[in-house]
């Protein structure tokens, strides 16, 4: 698809002010970490893991946060599987959360701790995220979690859309859930966002997000609304400290806004609330 309506407006790469290292991470590839000017080597600091996508956006999006903060990003592979795969072995996340702290504290010469971790999944990248949620203790350790149109699942049979008698395959869906669960007590902080790209192959991020709302026995909002890069909302959902929020647009260049996004994206889940939900 093609689209020219929407503006889609790109982040200009530019220089940040900061301290750039890598590594050799999983499967070999190159672990990218920026740690901000503004970084004190006397605090805790608010660490981001991105898995997709080039490291210049989670870069920019965590040198505009503030506070004491740094980012490593992660890139694989085009599919969710391999992100999956490599961290269904929990000792494939410690190895990373290990690495990185060595090279933020090798950038600031400094000891290091984190006061809190945040896993962003932009597109294919949410593979990552699963696998790393599925391990109870890793679960207890993320603090907050970022989708970016990146909740897929399959269907089954496989290739078998909806309207065709398929139905969702929710074993990928069961740790987001119960991060969702947490994130509406207050507990986590939960952000996802999805256009309506429909893969055709694979469940949509607009199938996989109702599937979810239905689950947690939540209500779409209908909105119309500007975001960032020139997106237009279409709904909400809010809960807790969970927020669902559903984009138009069915092309590549929809898809791409989303992690461009992640600068105003990220602000906001930071900004989610911490107290529950009452429920019935």
Excluded: C
């Excluded at 190159?30 to 210049?56: K, Q």
């Excluded at 040198?63 to 903060?69: E, K, T």
């Excluded at 294919?124 to 350790?141: E, K, M, P, S, Y």
């Amino acid at each position: 698809m093609v689209e020219h309506t929407r503006a889609h407006e790109r982040i200009e790469p530019r220089e940040l002010a900061g301290v750039r290292r890598s590594f050799s991470g999983p499967l070999g590839k190159s672990v990218e970490v920026f740690v901000p000017a503004s970084t004190r080597r006397d605090a805790p600091i608010d660490l981001v893991i991105h898995f997709h996508g080039g490291a210049f956006i989670p870069e920019y999006s965590v040198s505009q946060l503030g506070g004491n903060v740094a980012v490593a990003v992660v890139n694989l592979a085009p599919g969710s599987g391999v992100y999956d795969h490599t961290f269904s072995a929990p000792a494939a996340y410690d190895s990373l959360l290990s690495s990185i702290k060595h090279e933020i504290r090798a950038a600031l010469d400094a000891d290091v701790s984190f006061r809190t971790v945040t896993l962003v999944g932009f597109s294919a990248g949410h593979g990552a995220v699963r696998a790393i949620l599925r391990d109870t203790a890793h679960f207890a350790q993320v603090d907050a979690v970022l989708l970016l149109d990146g909740l897929h699942t399959s269907y089954v049979p496989d290739g078998a859309v909806l309207e065709k008698g398929g139905t969702l395959d929710t074993t990928n869906l069961v740790a987001f859930a119960r991060f969702a669960r947490a994130a509406e007590r207050g507990a986590k902080r939960f952000l996802i966002t999805h256009s309506e790209i429909f893969p055709g192959t694979f469940a949509s991020t607009t199938e996989t997000t109702d599937y979810l709302v239905e689950h947690l026995g939540l209500h779409r909002t209908p909105v119309i609304r500007w975001g960032p890069r020139g997106m237009q909302q279409l709904s909400e959902v809010k809960s807790g400290s969970l927020e669902i929020r559903g984009f138009a647009g069915n092309s590549a260049p929809d898809h791409i806004d989303q992690f461009q996004a992640m600068p105003e994206l990220l602000a906001a889940l930071r900004a989610l609330g911490a107290q529950p939900t009452s429920r019935p």
